[in-house]
């Protein structure tokens, strides 16, 4: 995504890890959905309501592990945004983006209000006073950084999780099976539909992969992060529901705001009532924090790439926190509480699905259009039925919303639209995945480079890589793709052209280094890859060209069709570096996969990248 000016002020700092990633993964999870919804679910469905969870469950995994793929690929601030931006453009970035921002921020509204309630009980204020209350702490501590967010998550979701234990080993042996006959009363479509209703639980995923950029070692932390957080959060579902089924009446649960509560209360008494609504305010708490801080990164992704207005976009120096991103989410968290909440938050959930449905698509066009440097480090498995079957999945769920919600997040869609239209479109030049795709149907010229490279860009921070001397001699060196066959002396010829300027040799004397070095012994060391190498004359000269031949190269009898070569030309003062560059090469060429990559790269600079973005051991 091409933009007019560079994202102002610091980057994001990293400082989420594993544990942190999987508590605002947890914790943005339990909340709602597993202390206010399974009494209105169980209405739904009778006793199979725990298959309803685990299905819901199973169709998030399908989900996550496609946005884990793509966080592996591009782990940068906004998330599924920026997935969705990069494989489907702008404008379906733009509303990705922005309802994404609506639908965590009114999710998080939603249990600031929950707090409010319960904190009114207690105190002698209004509801709403006590919910705002909240929203200006929850700010002012993600304000001081992510790190001190990330442990107040961490803290909170541990408390939980124990609570959550003990009610389980607590209320287990009142558990009376005669309480889940007749299991499903209401027929197995009206379990599948309960799934649809209770999917809202499993959005916590969504949030990580929008803090991406803010979490060390992302390519291994974000999916061990979110398939660990799902593992426990569904276990964690079924059991609580299965206990709470096997503890009350028909008549007390169904429909029940309070089920965990009343289950509590009716074999531990008050205290263990008590207890309950104190896990109801640290889940209310770890999902409105966890909400602030993942649906701010959502502004500042959209105003990086100009589809907003760029103060979003700026970090604060001191703290490396999205300070007008964050004061813009909570202004419109503490206004939603002011609103009816009920539709709104139906239509967010209709909106979190969708966002769903786009990340797994995001996915398959990202993969198809073979862009050489999309490169995750976890790939989903049993591509593409994975994504299909999550797709269909998804599908069902949406429809299942309801005329209302439906008709309130097209009126967002559209909204969304209008603002990409009448801001975005004129401010930023997005190329995206989808484009490479119509190029490749099309075989006409549809694209640049711009994508690719911001993709190589997003490998080197993702994977902490410092540009050494060899990275910049590269990034400079001539890069020659050859169509048809030739032999070693006219190929030599041709770099002898290119290579004598840039180090200020005599071309003829350069020439004929090489054909003399090619004549002592073949500088082929496979019969697809060669690495001629001489020294010439004269202090801190050396120089790198590189050159594929698609029909081949002839060196010898043993390398007849050689399609890989590196030229190195150094003065005899460089002969250390001379020797790390040849160890740099081997160690790239002899990468799995490497071959087939090159053969398959576009252009100069595809196979320019893949020497540059080589695994191997920098100076």
């Not at 009778?46 to 199973?58: D, K, Q, R």
């Not at 700026?314 to 202004?331: D, E, M």
């Not at 097209?410 to 975005?424: E, T």
Request: contains cysteine; charged residues 15%.
């Amino acid at each position: 995504m091409n933009t007019p000016n560079g994202p102002p002020g610091p980057d994001l700092r990293k400082g989420l890890g594993l544990a942190h990633v999987f508590a605002i993964a947890t914790g943005a999870m339990i909340s709602s959905g597993i202390f206010v919804l399974p009494g209105l679910a169980f209405a739904r469905s009778g006793p199979a309501v725990i298959f309803a969870y685990l299905g819901a469950g199973l169709l998030a995994g399908c989900g996550m592990l496609s946005i884990a793929e793509l966080s592996t690929a591009m782990p940068k601030a906004g998330g599924d945004y920026f997935f969705v931006a990069r494989g489907l453009g702008p404008a379906a970035g733009t509303i990705s983006g922005l309802l994404s921002w609506f639908s965590l921020s009114l999710k998080s509204a939603f249990a600031l209000a929950g707090m409010g309630a319960l904190g009114a009980a207690v105190l002698p204020l209004e509801s709403r006073l006590v919910a705002l209350g909240f929203c200006a702490l929850f700010l002012l501590v993600n304000l001081a950084g992510v790190r001190s967010a990330g442990w107040l998550q961490l803290a909170v979701v541990a408390g939980l999780l124990a609570l959550l234990g003990l009610f389980v080993v607590l209320l287990m042996p009142a558990v009376r099976v005669a309480r889940f006959e007749p299991f499903a009363p209401k027929g197995w479509p009206a379990v599948l539909t309960t799934a649809g209703f209770v999917f809202v639980s499993y959005g916590g995923l969504l949030k990580v992969a929008s803090v991406a950029e803010e979490v060390r070692r992302p390519a291994r932390t974000i999916p061990l992060g979110m398939v660990a957080s799902l593992l426990v959060v569904t276990f964690a579902y079924v059991l609580v529901v299965f206990v709470t089924v096997g503890v009350l009446d028909v008549d007390t649960l169904a429909g029940s705001l309070t089920p965990l509560s009343d289950a509590a209360r009716r074999i531990l008494g008050g205290p263990g009532a008590v207890a309950l609504g104190v896990g109801a305010v640290l889940a209310f708490v770890s999902t409105a924090n966890a909400g602030m801080m993942a649906a701010s990164r959502y502004l500042l992704a959209l105003g990086r790439d100009g589809l907003f207005p760029s103060g979003f976009a700026r970090v604060n120096r001191r703290r490396g926190t999205p300070h007008f991103a964050l004061i813009a989410t909570a202004a419109l968290m503490a206004g939603a509480l002011f609103l009816d909440l009920d539709l709104l938050v139906k239509a967010a959930s209709t909106v979190l699905i969708l966002s769903y449905m786009l990340s797994t698509l995001s996915v398959v066009i990202m993969r198809e259009s073979r862009l050489q440097n999309y490169r995750p480090k976890f790939r989903a498995p049993l591509y593409p039925w994975l994504q299909i079957v999550a797709v269909l999945g998804f599908g069902f769920l949406l429809f299942e919303m309801g005329g209302a919600a439906l008709l309130v997040s097209a009126g967002l869609v559209v909204a969304a639209f209008l603002v990409y239209w009448f801001y975005g479109r004129g401010r930023t030049y997005g190329e995206s995945a989808l484009l490479h795709i119509l190029q490749r149907l099309t075989a006409r010229e549809l694209v640049t480079r711009s994508l690719e490279s911001e993709l190589k860009d997003i490998i080197r921070e993702r994977d902490d890589i410092v540009m050494d001397r060899f990275d910049r001699l590269v990034e400079n060196s001539v890069v020659l793709d050859l169509q048809s066959a030739t032999d070693y002396r006219l190929f030599f010829s041709k770099v002898a052209d290119e290579l004598a300027p840039r180090l200020g040799a005599d071309r003829e004397v350069l020439h004929w280094s090489l054909l003399e070095r090619e004549a002592e012994t073949t500088t082929a060391l496979t019969p697809w890859l060669a690495i001629p190498h001489v020294v010439i004359e004269g202090e801190g000269r050396f120089g790198i060209l590189i050159a594929r031949c698609r029909e081949g190269i002839r060196f010898s009898d043993a390398a007849p069709s050689v399609q890989s070569v590196f030229v190195i030309a150094g003065t005899r003062d460089e002969r250390t570096f001379h020797l790390q560059a040849l160890a740099a090469i081997a160690q790239i060429a002899h990468e799995p996969g490497f071959e087939q990559r090159w053969n398959a790269a576009r252009d100069a600079e595809a196979l320019r990248d893949l020497v540059l973005l080589g695994r191997r051991r920098r100076q």
